[in-house]
């Protein structure tokens, strides 16, 4: 009864994650248009790490830096 019970809710955490991980190249907003009309500048956050920032001025999007092999770019 518990492993099944464990294997319902790991299934479902997996199409839920499988879910949220959406790509899109347009700004679903108010003043929706196409994200490669922005540019980007770097943000260098704390431990040294960067980050693409676009501000949007409603919204933000943000992503990190990352180096060839995936790892992300930190000085």
């Known amino acids: 009864m518990k ?4 294997y319902k809710f ?6 839920t994650s499988a879910a ?5 190249t347009r700004d679903q907003g108010i003043d ?7 540019s980007a500048s770097v943000w260098v956050d ?9 501000d949007d001025i409603i919204e933000g999007y943000m992503s990190p830096v990352l ?8 000085l």
């Open 3 to 6: 492993k099944t019970l464990f």
């Open 10 to 15: 790991a299934a479902l955490c997996v199409l």
């Open 20 to 24: 949220a991980c959406t790509s899109t």
């Open 32 to 38: 929706s248009h196409e994200l490669t009309s922005l």
């Open 46 to 54: 704390p431990d040294g790490c960067k980050h693409w920032v676009v």
């Open 67 to 74: 180096n060839l092999d995936g790892t992300p770019d930190c």
